[in-house]
């Protein structure tokens, strides 16, 4: 308890209201695998969508998730009722490489399987990539686990491929590599990687990740059938444009895009992605710029996480695990003094985003893209200072060993 007394108070509200959320939605989830029904709050999640791919998979009827779209809900309807909410299928054959056996299980228990692998997995990441951000790691990412846990998405694990792969870059390379060729099952987060690796002249890692891609492509082909990715591009990509340009409600609260708070207020997609690439594109060339002249790999690791979600129009609250590790390492940092308190301030509503992106959405206030930016703009103002003064920091591990070294 002694951290927690220590801490700066707007960091004791995250913790506090990460633990209480948490704990609530573990209840639900106790309660529902004991529930001899599934609960409509249970079902009614994204998880259902892998539960029905592993199924389909199991049966031999794989093009159902990428024919259109009324013949795979209908797969829905049957198993949940015919007043099952309205949901998609997104991802590539790919994916089915790594959710099949989701379909040898009920669903509670699937969705419980799928957490607690998942979380394990987040949850070893965040530990090795922020290790140097201590116990503050986890009250950065406390108000992420909580939300993803209710979602039941896949933000665990695409978080746990993006920093473990940032994490081994330097060491391990070629499995950073592996582990960023998986993380092309969700493509929109990584749209900033070349450009950093290209920085930092990471030939194997691109290499192996290239290779990765390709392998997974190729097994999903010869598995799954060349028709399934025929019916990816031709049916299921066509729909997820059309989702992202005519869904409305809860779905445009949790994007955190310049672009997600536009389409709340009602602007068309036509005018809000022009209106979002001029905030992209210039986050984007700052940052690649940065990726060259920054001279440690820690701030160019913080800026590309924080551009990731400013420049990419749809990521939704659940992927947001990458940011908050950020966030854990730029909470380590910082002036004393009044300025210290506001920037702790700033931290942490960012932090809490993944919980307040729905609520305050949903009434006309998305807070994401000026938050994001805020705190983006704050990092990169202390990078140029910070390089300017020729005071490049370690990374992860490599500040753990320079620390050992100077305490000896």
Do not use: C
């Not at 013949?71 to 049957?78: I, K, P």
């Not at 450009?195 to 010869?222: C, D, K, N, P």
Request: no cysteine; proline share 7%; hydrophobic share 60%.
């Amino acid at each position: 308890m002694r951290f927690f007394s220590e801490l700066a108070p707007p960091y004791r509200v995250v913790a506090i209201v990460a633990t209480a959320l948490l704990a609530v939605h573990v209840g639900a989830l106790a309660r529902a695998l004991v529930d001899p029904a599934i609960p409509a709050g249970i079902a009614n999640k994204d998880f259902v969508n892998y539960w029905m791919a592993g199924h389909l998979v199991r049966e031999g009827r794989v093009m159902d998730l990428f024919g259109p779209h009324p013949v795979y809900f209908a797969h829905l309807t049957e198993a949940f009722g015919a007043g099952f909410p309205w949901h998609n299928w997104s991802y590539p054959p790919h994916y089915l490489l790594l959710v099949w056996p989701l379909g040898f299980f009920t669903y509670e228990v699937a969705m419980g399987v799928f957490l607690a692998a998942t979380g394990a997995l987040f949850l070893l990441a965040l530990r090795n990539f922020a290790r140097e951000a201590g116990p503050m790691v986890w009250v950065a990412a406390g108000p992420f686990i909580a939300h993803n846990f209710w979602a039941a998405q896949n933000g665990y694990f695409s978080a746990a491929l993006g920093l473990s792969a940032l994490a081994l870059r330097e060491r391990r390379p070629v499995l950073a590599g592996v582990l960023l060729g998986v993380l092309t099952v969700k493509p929109q987060l990584g749209l900033l990687f070349p450009f950093l690796l290209i920085a930092e002249r990471r030939w194997s890692m691109i290499a192996s990740a290239a290779l990765t891609t390709v392998a997974l492509v190729g097994a999903s082909a010869a598995i799954f059938g060349v028709e399934a990715w025929k019916g990816y591009l031709d049916e299921v990509v066509p729909y997820q444009a059309l989702v992202m340009r005519a869904l409305e409600g809860t779905f445009l609260a949790m994007m955190p895009s310049p672009f997600g708070a536009l389409r709340s207020w009602q602007f068309g997609a036509d005018i809000a992605l022009p209106l979002h690439l001029l905030v992209a594109v210039p986050v984007a060339l700052a940052t690649i710029v940065a990726f060259f002249r920054v001279a440690d790999d820690r701030t160019r690791t913080v800026l590309f996480l924080l551009a990731t979600f400013i420049v990419t129009p749809y990521a939704l609250s659940y992927d947001l695990g990458m940011l908050v590790a950020a966030l854990a390492l730029l909470a380590t940092d910082g002036p004393d003094g009044s300025s210290a308190r506001v920037r702790a301030a700033l931290l942490a509503v960012a932090m809490l985003l993944p919980v307040l992106m729905i609520p305050l959405g949903n009434v006309g206030f998305p807070p994401a893209p000026v938050v994001l930016l805020a705190v983006y703009a704050l990092a990169l103002a202390e990078a140029a200072a910070a390089n300017r003064k020729g005071q490049p920091r370690a990374f992860s591990r490599d500040a753990d060993i320079s620390k050992a070294a100077a305490s000896g």
